[in-house]
């Protein structure tokens, strides 16, 4: 059984910073990319940012210059560092990781429970 727990989500001032951090659990063979998905209200699901294995990063436009995301590979974790926050990034903001399962021949996704971020004043 693999889970994803995610941490470090809360209300902010704009302008503030916030860091989530998402662990991945369980028995796993490797892990190919993991990511940062935000859905606001009244909106689809959208990446915010992702990083391959080996740190190849890919961020959504929005965030660019603001966010930045990292792992720990041999702590199958991943971070999310996001400064300079605006009320517009609100949403709830969801781990994903790609990963194979031990004992598992195909990598497939899976998803952490979500955390929210509010960033009003």
């Known amino acids: 059984q693999v889970q994803l727990v995610e941490s470090g989500g809360g209300l902010v001032q704009p302008g503030g910073s916030l860091r989530l951090s998402c662990a991945a659990y369980?028995?796993?063979?490797?892990?190919?990319?993991m990511g940062w998905y935000r859905q606001a209200p009244g909106k689809q699901r959208e990446l915010v940012a992702a990083s391959t294995s080996i740190g190849i990063t890919n961020y959504a436009d929005a965030v660019k210059g603001r966010f930045t995301i990292s792992r720990d590979n041999p702590k199958n974790t991943v971070y999310l560092q996001m400064n300079s926050l605006k009320p517009e990034d609100t949403a709830v903001y969801s781990c994903?990781?790609?990963?194979?399962?031990?004992?598992?021949?195909?990598?497939?996704?899976?998803w952490g429970q979500g955390t929210q971020v509010t960033v009003s004043s």
């Open positions: 994903n990781a790609n990963l194979r399962p031990g004992g598992s021949w195909v990598a497939r996704d899976f």
């Open positions: 369980g028995s796993i063979f490797s892990i190919n990319a």
